[in-house]
């Protein structure tokens, strides 16, 4: 996220001095030169630019992964598995503002966090395996693939969707490590009722412009957890890959 310094002689939707959000590759750095018809967008006035900065991809992914992937209808019960996360924060928001019923999986101590962006009920998985629950559910978006397919399909409606956010899991293959999961949710998928899939977001401007208009009329609300400055990126990457980031983490150019 940042200010528009110059554009292109036959750009016409962008001026200078605009304030714009976006992503491509390279992004630490002072300077990006995107293609002004891909995944940029004008930025809300009522957000920051460190929260825009969040919303790229983590944003896009729970956008897609429910409205494209999950088809979440009003009044469906959705479980998200890593409701706290980066993608998890946009997908609680974005799920309740599509009327569905939300259920989110997250440690003890993010428990409030997932309650103030709207889940209707929260499971703590240091005390309770949601996946032996009684409850059944419409969509499942599993951002962390720690519980076999099989059980994740006995918690799902027999017309439910299952959305894999990347992959991984237990009983990887010893070969071919996280694809193993994938593979099998692509093989498992034609031959059951319900539908099993993986998302591969599509950063566009469309859809940045759909996730503007949420974050404008208050809707969706980024979750920044830290923040760090451009030097500090190595100390940045070492955080993420701790996998307890509430939200986003993001990286000031001063």
């Known amino acids: 996220a940042g200010t528009v310094e110059a554009v292109g002689k036959n750009v016409t939707q962008f001026k200078p001095g605009d304030e714009v959000f976006g992503g491509r590759g390279g992004a630490f750095a002072e300077y990006v030169c995107p293609r002004a018809s891909r995944a940029v967008a004008l930025k809300p006035a009522n957000i920051t630019f460190e929260q825009a900065a969040s919303v790229n991809i983590a944003g896009i992914t729970a956008l897609q992964a429910l409205r494209d992937k999950g088809n979440v209808q009003p009044g469906q019960k959705v479980l998200i598995n890593g409701a706290s996360g980066g993608v998890g924060t946009f997908a609680v928001q974005i799920a309740k503002s599509f009327g569905a019923e939300v259920t989110g999986v997250c440690s003890t101590r993010n428990i409030d ?142």
């Not at 499971?123 to 099989?150: C, M, Q, W």
């Not at 999961?181 to 993986?198: A, D, H, W, Y």
């Not at 890959?241 to 509430?246: L, M, N």
Request: net charge neutral; with cysteine.
């Open 113 to 254: 966090l997932v309650r103030s962006l709207g889940a209707d009920h929260v499971i703590d998985y240091t005390k309770e395996d949601f996946a032996k629950g009684a409850e059944r559910y419409d969509v499942i978006l599993d951002n962390v693939p720690n519980h076999s397919l099989s059980e994740c399909r006995r918690i799902l409606n027999p017309n439910g969707k299952y959305v894999m956010i990347g992959g991984g899991g237990p009983n990887d293959s010893r070969w071919i490590g996280p694809f193993g999961r994938v593979i099998n949710t692509m093989l498992l998928s034609p031959f059951v009722s319900q539908k099993m899939g993986m998302m591969m977001a599509d950063a566009n401007q469309k859809d940045l412009t759909v996730l503007g208009d949420m974050m404008q009329s208050g809707k969706v609300k980024p979750v920044i957890d830290r923040t760090y400055k451009l030097s500090e990126v190595p100390a940045a990457i070492a955080y993420v890959e701790q996998g307890h980031a509430r939200g986003k983490v993001v990286i000031t150019v001063e």
